[in-house]
């Protein structure tokens, strides 16, 4: 496979499930990135990875938890969440996390449903 | 990072060249325009970015004012598969933090036969 693959592309939990989103890109990136995209709002940029390392988190809750075993896979784990958390989650990955190279490459989403 | 303003939405006829707007009159020197496009119910996709000269590759151009407080993306044929929201981003390429894009709303592209 090439490019980010997300996993499952969709996604219906209740409020008090525990369920996780995985990420992997093919692509030998070094950062990684999960953003939020809601029913007509922007995307929202939730959690950056680079080699592995957590360098942002942009107030997220905690009942969104990333995982970064290694540089090709991400995960987010997801327990408790609200009906408000439904949306399209999308995974990026870039080479580096800065500089002009930084072109993100996103998956397909995984749409969430909380019900 | 500056902001960026787009029109809402456009039309454009499959085969015409499309022309999307972007205003971004606060740019700074060091900061880098991009385009990105969503296809509804798919990831983002990049296109293109530039600094001051305008760029092409094979998706589509980007051409820059020479006081770069606008740029205009180019597809020259628009097909049906182009029918997307187009996102102009400027952001410093060399940040000490997280380069992360922010996307604001977009423009609405739909290509018509």
């Known amino acids: 496979e090439t490019g980010v693959t997300q996993t499952p592309r969709h996604l219906v939990m209740g409020m008090t499930n525990k369920k996780s989103l995985k990420c992997e890109q093919h692509?030998?990136?070094?950062?990684m990135y999960w953003y939020k995209q809601s029913a007509k709002k922007p995307l929202e940029l939730m959690f950056v990875?680079?080699?592995?390392?957590?360098?942002e988190n942009n107030s997220v809750p905690s009942r969104f938890s990333p995982e970064c075993p290694n540089s090709s896979h991400l995960f987010l784990h997801l327990h408790t969440l609200q009906p408000e958390d439904s949306a399209l989650y999308l995974c990026?990955?870039?080479?580096?996390?800065?500089?002009?190279?930084?072109?993100?490459?996103f998956g397909a989403g995984s749409r969430l449903t909380v019900l | 990072d500056a902001k960026t303003t787009q029109p809402t939405s456009m039309d454009c006829a499959e085969g015409r060249a499309a022309n999307l707007p972007c205003n971004h009159s606060t740019i700074s020197g060091n900061e880098y325009v991009y385009w990105y496009r969503q296809i509804h119910s798919q990831g983002p996709q990049y296109i293109i970015h530039g600094l001051k000269n305008n760029e092409t590759n094979e998706m589509a151009s980007l051409i820059i004012t020479e006081d770069r407080k606008s740029s205009t993306l180019i597809l020259p044929h628009a097909t049906l598969r182009d029918t997307a929201v187009y996102y102009c981003?400027?952001?410093?390429?060399?940040?000490?933090?997280?380069?992360?894009?922010?996307f604001g709303t977009g423009t609405r592209l739909q290509v018509t036969l």
């Open positions: 990026a990955s870039s080479q580096s996390f800065r500089g002009a190279a930084n072109v993100l490459t």
């Open positions: 692509l030998g990136h070094n950062a």
């Open positions: 990875y680079s080699l592995e390392e957590r360098v």
């Open positions: 981003i400027v952001r410093v390429a060399n940040t000490g933090t997280a380069s992360k894009l922010t």
